[in-house]
């Protein structure tokens, strides 16, 4: 439930409450007003015809007095008056003769049981109908209710509107907040508010993802500085041994862990600087726009590659469009290439085929092999590799996928028929 | 042939120094910006390596320094950083060759050798091993005055292990030598047995000595 909702239907609930009271309050409010007036009327109609009796002025229109019977006596000693409602049933009789109305109307009713100068006890009766009282009352009510019905809907639809302008930068900002992305290198733009709390949020949200991006970068330049750090050492290593090497007094137990630390320091030069070239290309550091010609450069790399091929005996099938001209950065297409193409040779069977397909909107590249020992949703991880063999760095796609990325292209990996296949979409 | 190595690694500079002084070239050694600049101005040297980051300067301003003074001093720029951009502005403002560290040091020596042929303007300057005879212009070899056909690896391969005679090659830095260094294949090794045999067979059936040695477990060895 949205926030606005939860609000506007509390207001709503608590609106109606009040008016419903106030409706009650003033229905019992506006009765008792006009019983106390229709009452003062009834008293001062008592009045006047008990002062005629007192004079004996005729009473024209009403019938002669009657003096109180003996059980009223008995109940109403001394003088008294008593109000009521009452019921009186009419029979009205239409001018026209046609139809009869016949109804029961409330009356308001005053009986005064009053003791005269002349020793006479008398009762008198004076009624007013309640019938206009009641239209009265039944009108107020249900202005009451409209009222209500309008205030309610107005301060609903106002609510909602004045609501919707307020929180609209919000939602804005919310959306900018699920685009964003930590490797866009764009700082967050958010719709500022004249709302207090909104422009709190708003800088809490920007110190936030400048605190997010900053400490993402350190740690890309971290992976890089490391990285380069590492050369140096690296180096003195290497070349040390090199010179150790090419001592001619060396036995062959040593020779074998000499070898062995070579070897090692190898594998780690290599691995130092794959990963290097894969945090240059996450830090797009190869970011000048040329043009590639695609055809060309395939065809120079199958060519590097053609001992490898010929060793494993390998079928090779081009079907390669002549200047297929691509906007790019040509050492990371090179990249592509080189890690597609020595994957396809490395992990494919002897005797095995590869296919190479190049037009201007895909590149493809299948290769017979055996089927992954990995889920093909990690082939593109870091460090995830199907054979663990040591000449595999397990980074060789990783950096293809990101080159992708990079270049918007889309990159596809299927297995079928004992073949895997790589398709890049430009 | 007087080098100079420009690098602020002690230990790497001295194993720089210690396998090309065997290939007879003097070697000089600054380990800081100011050091270099003073031999470079007091002396003259044929080839300098040079680290673009030294601990007070930067190598390219040596570089503008070396190449005002005597255009035809070859530098090598030796550097950890791999990136494009270092080495295009190495190379525009007239370095004659990069190499990133880690390095092989036969890699390192056969880039200076070339280096110093490039230098040389009538290119008359012929490699020559006893009876072979390389024409790095024309890219032709000969024994004994007989031309031999070399494929384009078995030529490279020819001309490293001369460049590096009578040293230890490995098998790595002879891969990434023939191949480059994007190649992480094992397999790689087997190529250069293939090439080598070619190579090899080659020249014996033009009458020269067969003078690579197989170190076994190391590498192989060219020498008398």
Same mark, same amino acid.
């Given at each position: 439930?949205?926030?606005?909702?939860?609000?506007?239907?509390?207001?709503?609930?608590?609106?109606?409450?009040?008016?419903?009271?106030?409706?009650?309050?003033?229905?019992?409010?506006?009765?008792?007003?006009?019983?106390?007036?229709?009452?003062?009327?009834?008293?001062?109609?008592?009045?006047?015809?008990?002062?005629?009796?007192?004079?004996?002025?005729?009473?024209?229109?009403?019938?002669?007095?009657?003096?109180?019977?003996?059980?009223?006596?008995?109940?109403?000693?001394?003088?008294?008056?008593?109000?009521?409602?009452?019921?009186?049933?009419?029979?009205?009789?239409?001018?026209?003769?046609?139809?009869?109305?016949?109804?029961?109307?409330?009356?308001?009713?005053?009986?005064?049981?009053?003791?005269?100068?002349?020793?006479?006890?008398?009762?008198?009766?004076?009624?007013?109908?309640?019938?206009?009282?009641?239209?009265?009352?039944?009108?107020?009510?249900?202005?009451?209710?409209?009222?209500?019905?309008?205030?309610?809907?107005?301060?609903?639809?106002?609510?909602?509107?004045?609501?919707?302008?307020?929180?609209?930068?919000?939602?804005?900002?919310?959306?900018?907040?699920?685009?964003?992305?930590?490797?866009?290198?764009?700082?967050?733009?958010?719709?500022?508010?004249?709302?207090?709390?909104?422009?709190?949020?708003?800088?809490?949200?920007?110190?936030?993802?400048?605190?997010?991006?900053?400490?993402?970068?350190?740690?890309?330049?971290?992976?890089?500085?490391?990285?380069?750090?590492?050369?140096?050492?690296?180096? $003195?290593?290497? &070349?040390?041994? +090199? %010179?150790?090497?090419?001592?001619? *007094? @060396?036995?062959?137990?040593?020779? =074998?862990?000499?070898?062995?630390?070579?070897?090692?320091?190898?594998?780690?030069?290599?691995?130092?600087?794959?990963?290097?070239?894969?945090?240059?290309?996450?830090?797009?550091?190869?970011?000048?726009?040329?043009?590639?010609?695609?055809?060309?450069?395939?065809?120079?790399?199958?060519?590097?590659?053609?001992?490898?091929?010929?060793?494993?005996?390998?079928?090779?099938?081009?079907?390669?469009?002549?200047?297929?001209?691509?906007?790019?950065?040509?050492?990371?297409?090179?990249?592509?290439?080189?890690?597609?193409?020595?994957?396809?040779?490395?992990?494919?069977?002897?005797?095995?085929?590869?296919?190479?397909?190049?037009?201007?909107?895909?590149?493809? $590249?299948?290769? &017979?092999?055996? +089927? %992954?020992?990995?889920?093909?949703? *990690? @082939?593109?991880?870091?460090?995830? =590799?199907?054979?663990?063999?040591?000449?595999?760095?397990?980074?060789?796609?990783?950096?293809?996928?990101?080159?992708?990325?990079?270049?918007?292209?889309?990159?596809?990996?299927?297995?079928?028929?004992?073949?895997?296949?790589?398709?890049?979409?430009? | 042939?007087?080098?100079?190595?420009?690098?602020?690694?002690?230990?790497?500079?001295?194993?720089?120094?210690?396998?090309?002084?065997?290939?007879?070239?003097?070697?000089?050694?600054?380990?800081?910006?100011?050091?270099?600049?003073?031999?470079?101005?007091?002396?003259?040297?044929?080839?300098?390596?040079?680290?673009?980051?030294?601990?007070?300067?930067?190598?390219?301003?040596?570089?503008?320094?070396?190449?005002?003074?005597?255009?035809?001093?070859?530098?090598?720029?030796?550097?950890?950083?791999?990136?494009?951009?270092?080495?295009?502005?190495?190379?525009?403002?007239?370095?004659?060759?990069?190499?990133?560290?880690?390095?092989?040091?036969?890699?390192?020596?056969?880039?200076?050798?070339?280096?110093?042929?490039?230098?040389?303007?009538?290119?008359?300057?012929?490699?020559?091993?006893?009876?072979?005879?390389?024409?790095?212009?024309?890219?032709?070899?000969?024994?004994?005055?007989?031309?031999?056909?070399?494929?384009?690896?078995?030529?490279?391969?020819?001309?490293?292990?001369?460049?590096?005679?009578?040293?230890?090659?490995?098998?790595?830095?002879?891969?990434?030598?023939?191949?480059?260094?994007?190649?992480?294949?094992?397999?790689?090794?087997?190529?250069?047995?293939?090439?080598?045999?070619?190579?090899?067979?080659?020249?014996?059936?033009?009458?020269?000595?067969?003078?690579?040695?197989?170190?076994?477990?190391?590498?192989?060895?060219?020498?008398?």
């Amino acid at each position: 439930m949205k926030l606005i909702e939860r609000t506007g239907r509390s207001y709503l609930i608590l609106s109606l409450v009040i008016f419903v009271l106030f409706g009650i309050v003033l229905y019992f409010i506006l009765t008792a007003v006009m019983d106390n007036r229709l009452d003062e009327k009834l008293r001062y109609n008592k009045e006047v015809i008990s002062k005629r009796i007192k004079y004996e002025t005729p009473l024209t229109i009403f019938e002669e007095p009657e003096e109180l019977t003996s059980s009223e006596n008995l109940l109403y000693p001394k003088d008294t008056i008593v109000y009521k409602d009452t019921l009186i049933f009419h029979a009205i009789e239409d001018v026209e003769g046609i139809e009869n109305t016949e109804e029961y109307e409330k009356y308001r009713q005053l009986t005064a049981y009053e003791t005269f100068p002349s020793g006479k006890r008398y009762k008198i009766i004076t009624r007013n109908s309640l019938v206009r009282n009641q239209d009265f009352v039944t009108i107020i009510t249900l202005l009451t209710i409209f009222i209500t019905l309008l205030l309610v809907a107005g301060l609903w639809f106002f609510n909602t509107k004045t609501a919707n302008k307020i929180w609209k930068p919000f939602y804005n900002n919310l959306n900018s907040l699920k685009n964003f992305s930590i490797q866009d290198q764009k700082p967050i733009e958010l719709q500022s508010s004249n709302i207090d709390e909104f422009t709190e949020l708003n800088g809490s949200i920007k110190s936030l993802t400048e605190k997010l991006s900053s400490d993402y970068n350190n740690l890309k330049e971290f992976t890089e500085n490391a990285s380069h750090e590492m050369q140096t050492p690296l180096a $003195i290593m290497q &070349s040390k041994i +090199e %010179l150790l090497l090419q001592s001619t *007094n @060396l036995n062959s137990s040593e020779i =074998k862990q000499l070898r062995s630390i070579y070897q090692a320091g190898q594998r780690l030069s290599k691995l130092n600087k794959t990963l290097l070239t894969l945090a240059k290309v996450e830090n797009r550091q190869f970011s000048e726009i040329e043009e590639v010609n695609l055809s060309e450069l395939i065809t120079n790399k199958i060519e590097i590659y053609e001992d490898f091929i010929e060793a494993k005996k390998l079928e090779l099938e081009i079907e390669i469009e002549p200047d297929i001209i691509l906007e790019t950065n040509s050492t990371m297409v090179d990249m592509l290439v080189t890690n597609l193409i020595s994957n396809a040779i490395r992990h494919n069977i002897d005797k095995g085929s590869i296919f190479i397909k190049l037009s201007a909107v895909h590149f493809q $590249i299948s290769n &017979s092999g055996n +089927e %992954l020992t990995i889920s093909p949703e *990690n @082939l593109f991880n870091r460090f995830k =590799k199907a054979s663990s063999s040591a000449d595999s760095s397990g980074l060789g796609l990783a950096i293809v996928k990101k080159i992708c990325e990079i270049n918007e292209w889309k990159i596809d990996y299927t297995f079928l028929d004992e073949q895997h296949q790589i398709i890049v979409r430009f | 042939m007087k080098i100079l190595i420009v690098e602020d690694e002690i230990e790497l500079i001295e194993s720089m120094a210690t396998y090309l002084e065997n290939e007879d070239f003097i070697c000089e050694k600054a380990t800081n910006f100011f050091d270099a600049e003073d031999k470079l101005i007091s002396f003259n040297y044929d080839v300098v390596i040079l680290d673009i980051t030294l601990p007070d300067g930067s190598g390219i301003d040596l570089l503008k320094m070396i190449k005002d003074k005597d255009a035809k001093v070859g530098v090598l720029i030796v550097s950890a950083k791999d990136s494009l951009d270092d080495k295009l502005k190495g190379l525009d403002l007239g370095a004659d060759d990069y190499i990133t560290k880690p390095f092989h040091l036969a890699e390192l020596n056969s880039r200076i050798n070339s280096l110093l042929r490039r230098q040389k303007f009538d290119g008359s300057d012929m490699i020559v091993f006893n009876e072979i005879e390389i024409d790095p212009n024309s890219k032709e070899v000969t024994i004994d005055k007989k031309l031999i056909e070399l494929t384009k690896k078995e030529y490279n391969l020819l001309l490293y292990f001369i460049a590096n005679k009578n040293k230890v090659v490995t098998k790595e830095s002879i891969a990434e030598h023939l191949w480059g260094d994007e190649i992480e294949m094992a397999d790689s090794f087997d190529f250069i047995y293939t090439h080598l045999g070619n190579l090899r067979k080659k020249i014996k059936k033009y009458g020269a000595n067969d003078y690579v040695k197989t170190m076994y477990g190391l590498g192989y060895k060219f020498s008398e």
